[in-house]
């Protein structure tokens, strides 16, 4: 890659950008912002670390998952994207609490189903008996 | 705090450690991994000037996310805490589906007990007209 279409990380690292940069595919010139996340968060030597420990087929999604996880960080300095998970698992709890509760509302009206089954039964029950009675 | 008795960033760093140390609450010498989790994944310099950046009584929690996101990371090099995230995601929906299914449960139920209702006042009106005929 030419020194005037350097990637996002090499121009904000100040240095030539060469043919087999390991961040260029992944932080592209046109979205700086997202090389200074993980800039910030992990550093660019420990990204690149990172990136070449993996098989080229997963460093795209791998760098995605980076930037995101250091976005979340830079947005909340004390809990980053634990906090997220903290989230969803308190949303998980109500959820299943919920379903809790409406299983408990189907137990109700499965009781007033027999019971009206029941009654009904016993309506037709007498009902016959009284056509004996006739 | 005096050389013998380091905190684990400082014996993992081979430094002296100051009274004043920046990591020594968070990172004690009897729990090495916990400081190379976040050693490799962010970096000594980071994680200092991460938690220098936040008042004293927000560095525990923040310590402790940061050691989460960096053991996930470690574990999971690609997903990394954002694995968990959509992880969690993903059940969130099933859950939420499983509550659109119950809810479609109880409308059977509800539409069930209304026929049953109907169906108990038709009976006893035709019982009563039984009466008139006598």
């Known amino acids: 890659m030419s020194n005037s279409s350097r990637c996002a990380a090499c121009k904000s690292l100040r240095r030539k950008c060469p043919q087999d940069c390991v961040l260029a595919p992944y932080?592209?010139?046109?979205?700086?912002?997202?090389?200074s996340w993980v800039h910030k968060i992990f550093g660019a030597s420990?990204?690149?670390?990172?990136?070449?420990q993996l098989p080229v087929e997963l460093r795209g999604e791998a760098a995605d998952?980076?930037?995101?996880?250091?976005?979340?960080?830079?947005?909340n300095p004390v809990y980053?994207?634990?906090?997220?998970?903290?989230?969803?698992?308190q949303q998980i709890i109500e959820v299943q609490n919920e379903i809790i509760k409406i299983n408990g509302e189907i137990a109700v009206y499965n009781a007033l189903l027999q019971h009206q089954q029941l009654q009904q039964h016993q309506d037709s029950f007498f009902s016959t008996d009284n056509d004996f009675n006739l």
Chains 1, 2 share one sequence.
């Not at 932080?27 to 090389?35: A, D, I, L, V």
């Not at 420990?46 to 070449?52: A, D, E, S, V, Y």
């Not at 998952?65 to 947005?75: D, S």
């Open 46 to 52: 420990n990204i690149t670390k990172m990136l070449q």
């Open 27 to 35: 932080f592209p010139s046109n979205n700086p912002q997202r090389f």
């Open 65 to 75: 998952c980076m930037a995101m996880e250091a976005y979340l960080r830079v947005e």
């Open 80 to 89: 980053g994207s634990v906090g997220i998970i903290y989230q969803y698992q």
